[in-house]
């Protein structure tokens, strides 16, 4: 490393800078509407579905999304199991009340997600996050403290209630053990949302009461990781929190075994996608597979990647060719579509 | 969970089974130019850095790259601490040479990176792989124990080779202690593969031996995360293997905040660029940031964010704005025209 | 040029030659689903249109989705002239069928499209196009005579029969001239295939019908320019047949200029959507604007540019900005959500 | 037609209104970098192409811009025709540069392009085009008659003096006919440029001394058709002229059927892609093909298809299938690299 910025600096100083940085309180209201999603429309009105399905006729991403949907029914037919990933920017979304919706109703058997969904479902429980605009002044957003995702304003205020909350909550967990592997954390986390009072619009909190799994492979990098950050430097004790991920491995190699049947829907890409579909492997391959993406193929990434390059891995099943559907189209349209058939 | 299909296997038998999904031997002989780059080439050659710089008045993504240089070119200037972020792609391409020859050349300070990067760094120093098409056909392939990576082919055997080269590094590791956080671990392990023959093309080893840190938030996410359940499974003793990640977020913002002034590269999408620009915050915000990626903003992902948007979180600073700079390309064609930028 | 192929070649044999490659009969029966789109059961279903608006509040592209719906809306309510653009593959999928609907119910009042749209807007009521899949042997399909447009096979049989339509067409119109501009040419088109049995699923029949001009500023290019050409070269009488794009650039112009209030909606990119936003330039620019494309603004084409770089040209009124929408979304999927907006 | 806006406007006064919109007098001086390229920079310093060969075992779209090179080296060996189609971004960027350097120096056959590029490279012959940023206040921009192309910038007093030329130019076409064929008109174009004095920069010229076609289906669509239209406004006489491309469409098949051999280069999407690949056809399909495009296939548009999909077509020889190559990058950064194919 070249030479430290701050050779002299007091450690709380450092801190206390630190969370300056990243603990602001928001100084604007912001005026617009909250984000949200109406999953219950989309699954009450039969219709919905039906266009879905109709769409199969169009052609280019219309079909492939119809494809999806037959897909996805077939999946439910079948009564395999349902894997669900999803990248970061679906927690900050309104399909994050999807998500909470399909688990709630018991039609997602297992998850893997990023450290954001996690917050950000907790977040969001704690203060509105807002629709904006793509192009806005980012440097007035900062001194206003607002953080922009796309077009969606997050108040930092939000993440100063989140820290609040979460030092409550792993104070809670190392009452009973110092080392926590994701998927235990995460679901005593929804245990412990319980007490918060917007707790049903969790995924997070469904997960733990419906019993299903939710693995996070990279727990660390987000606000989660800020926060286990400044836990962990403001007492001596609380220096002994661990975070493991080598449990988790096993575990979810032992779940994706166990499976009878088992279906993988991938929504974005990266790492929730990645750990997904290598899940599958471990059973000999996913039995159907759908992807949601935006990526593109020709960079070599999972995440434009195609179900059958994961069929030259063995990660989907060769024989399960024609039960993969591949969407090119940002997920917040093409969910709410895909929703009914999870209700067929 | 539904029912399992395996309630009466062996234990045994499962863990056999398993290994002949993810550890196949490959079959066919494959003839193909090796994966591999030339960065000394582009490095001595003046007139490749001079076509990147003249490519500014070119417009559209050309302007973008020469921007993308003078903004490297003005961090090594400022001696500023150039941290290094990029996803998995990059080290299954020829880029790993490029990561290598920055790394060894001492232009990188830290690296953030993904799991399989580290993998296919070890695991290029076992086995070629190998140059191949887009489109073929993935079920004979996966017959043949070929696995594909876009226009790449790893075959199965090197992570054959892999996971007895891993064993003996968790072994070793293990003879001091069970607890390891991901970045002492991969340090280890690029002492430890000192003793591979092809070990002066690594990454990982060269960052060892240059004290440069690597972090990797998800370790377990990829054919590393495949070796550690292996060897968890493999004997009672081996199960008290952990890996923290908690203690690598302390160790990473510790060293955002030390730096005096901070540059910050993200090479693709996902959990490195988001993990690189999240540690910047804990400095108040990157001084210089370059990103180079094929991803779109209109889905909201990190992947496809440009760095105004970072700028209103406060991961680059508001000061910052001109000197940043956006490459909407795949960085197999982008890193080799900006290599010459790190040698001015 | 370089040294010609066929010397010696007799006239006549040229043209048999080549219309061995362009006009060959399909020796393969399709089994699959015929190209339609179901307009009516996303107008007639108040619930899409509903869920379009809620969409709103998700975020990302949902939103942008739901802004558009929104401008069109206004510009129904403001009682503006809807132009419409849309680029070859539109006219391929089923949203041909949806533009026929909007044309039919008086929706449009202008429309600005390809020579693809024109063709295949004729060849679908002569021959069904059919669902198939992006991956396909090519080479076998060429064999076959099936002619592939992404996931949609168009039989080249659909040609022949065109062929022999057009001229049909062409004996008429060179009856009473030897000279016409592309949107009369489209125009006596329309009134010509009041004679095909399915004429009424024409969009073509239905500006006819209902006088709403169609532009084409390109007319040759695509299977019409084959028809052209072979009907030129077949009598030396039909050699006099030209046809004049000047005279529409005014007839375009000067219609642009009476328009009160303009709204654009291009869906696509390309030559039809440029034609469109220029001729709103000889207005003063257009009140409310909606794009729907799938390409990147990266590349500095007009297909992937936002409607701002539009108000820098005066295509746009610079007080229309809040008037504007930008869906980065396939049209497939897009347009059906939208299209209640029209009937609102 | 809903009710005209200026039912009692005066004809003069229209046309002053609408060149109010159109030839707007810059009040801006730009104090940018004007955009240019440096063609003879890649061609002579061999470095350049070595670069470019030696990517091929880098992976991904670096392999896929080496195959590309290798099929134009080939195409070159081969003494095949080269046929260049371009759109309209190409002509706006320093790209020009490179391909009037092509042009002059006798290495393609025949150009299908657009009428921007047409139009832009006269304008480039009389004023500068600036580099400037993505994001810019395009209100400001309009205010000050700033166009803004990507992030390049055109003062609007470039169409003022193009519009001068222009008027001189048709008056001289007249003085023979008043029915020109496109390629006529830009050959007769390409002739009239000599007396400007920075004419040996342009295309259009040197396609003209050196006797390459230059087609262009297209031609009102841009400020040429502006340009015509005020024109044919101005006076009675000159509402004669008529531009007919039924001619070009013959000659233009005329021209494909006598290559001996066919090589295709399509730089962007859309017409100019379209329209070469078609001519093709005529010919039983081109031998050898390089698509370069930013385009997405998912959306079905020809300017994101593979060349496979032409293989179906007749449009590239089946047995061409590996002297193909698809080149999913901006031009601005690919072209530049590949030059030096064209020189071996």
Redo the contacts between chains.
Sequence with gaps: ??????SNVNFND?IK??KS??L?KTKAKVKA??????PE??VK?K??G??TK????????????AKAYNVIAEMRKA???IWLGF???IG????RDYITYLVKHKKI??IIT?A?CIEEDIAKCLHD?F?AD???D??K???KA???????IVPSTAYVKLERFFVGFLDSLMKSSN?WSASELIKQLGKFMSKLKNHEQSFVYWAYKNNVPVFC??????SL??M??FY??SKAARKK??????????KL?E?A?????LGVIAI????AK??LI?AA?????ADYAVYIT????????????LP??A????KIK?KA?QRTAFV???????L??LMPAFFE
């Design positions: 490393m070249r030479a430290s910025a701050h450092v800078k630190q940085f990243v602001k509407k909250a984000v949200k999603g109406n429309f989309v009105n219709q919905i039906e266009l109709q769409l199969y006729t169009v052609g280019f991403t219309a079909t492939d999304l009564n395999a199991s990248s970061s920017s900050s979304s309104g399909l058997d297992c990023t954001s996050f629709i793509w192009f806005m980012d440097v957003l900062r001194q607002l953080n922009r995702i796309g077009n969606i080392v492979p990279s727990l660390t990098d987000g990781g800020d286990i950050y962990k430097m929190l661990h975070i493991d991920i080598a449990n988790d491995i096993v190699n779940l075994f166990a499976t009878k049947k974005g890409g990266g790492i990645h750990h290598n492997l471990f059973r000999g391959g935006t990526g593109s193929m020709f960079d070599g990434s999972v995440s434009g990647a059958t390059e069929i030259s891995w063995g060769a060719k090119c189209a940002d997920a917040t349209i093409a709410p579509l």
